[in-house]
């Protein structure tokens, strides 16, 4: 005659509390393993990831456009003082807008580095104007806005694209680098 097995007095039905049933939870990382007889594993707590932080995109391009302005007057002043351009101040031109697209356009858009590049270009291609214009102002002993309203737009755009070299290239694309990578890395 065969008897049924005596069962341990301790022994409790299945749960699904990984504490009481002495189990570890199974993660992604690696399997569920028993843990040893009588002892209950601690569990690590659950920790969310970092929301993103939110922002408002309209508000970071309206303010990359107030930075692309400001620079754009500051790069052309330097211009027609020195009579020189400066590297730093392409790359300053995009650091501050990208600073204002990024902080304020908010996390993980694709937009704001974009247009803050964008405005880079205008804003550099402003104050080379902005500098050409207070040069030629210089050589005819007037202001810069009574150069800029007898000889017009279209000639000093024309006398910038005469004394355009490869260094002006090359500012352009520190700007407008300069800005889209602040924008991105600003904005984590």
């Known amino acids: 005659m065969s008897q049924p097995a005596p069962q341990p007095a301790d022994t409790q039905p299945p749960t699904?509390?990984?504490?009481?049933?002495?189990?570890?939870?199974?993660t992604p990382e690696a399997p569920a393993?028993?843990?040893?007889?009588?002892?209950?594993?601690?569990?690590?707590?659950?920790?969310?990831a970092p929301a993103a932080r939110p922002g408002n995109l309209g508000l970071g391009l309206a303010a990359a456009a107030v930075a692309a302005l400001v620079t754009a007057?500051?790069?052309?002043?330097?211009?027609g003082?020195?009579?020189?351009?400066?590297?730093y101040a392409a790359v300053g031109v995009?650091?501050?807008?990208?600073?204002?697209a990024g902080r304020l356009g908010?996390?993980?858009?694709?937009?704001?580095p974009v247009v803050g590049a964008l405005l880079a270009l205008g804003a550099v291609y402003a104050g080379q104007l902005?500098?050409?214009?207070?040069?030629?102002?210089?050589?005819?002993?007037?202001?810069?806005?009574?150069?800029?309203?007898?000889?017009?737009f279209g000639h000093l755009n024309e006398a910038w694209k005469e004394s355009l070299g490869g260094m002006d290239l090359l500012f352009?694309?520190?700007?407008?680098?300069?800005?889209?990578?602040?924008?991105?890395k600003s904005a984590r």
């Open 94 to 100: 995009g650091l501050l807008i990208g600073l204002a």
């Open 130 to 152: 902005l500098g050409v214009t207070m040069l030629v102002a210089d050589e005819l002993h007037t202001t810069a806005s009574e150069a800029f309203s007898t000889i017009g």
């Open 16 to 26: 699904a509390d990984p504490s009481v049933s002495g189990q570890v939870p199974a």
């Open 172 to 184: 352009f694309a520190l700007g407008a680098y300069t800005a889209f990578r602040t924008a991105q």
């Open 81 to 87: 003082k020195t009579g020189y351009q400066v590297g």
């Open 73 to 79: 007057v500051v790069y052309g002043v330097i211009i």
């Open 33 to 48: 393993a028993p843990a040893p007889e009588g002892f209950a594993l601690p569990q690590a707590p659950v920790v969310p």
């Open 106 to 112: 908010g996390a993980a858009n694709p937009v704001a």
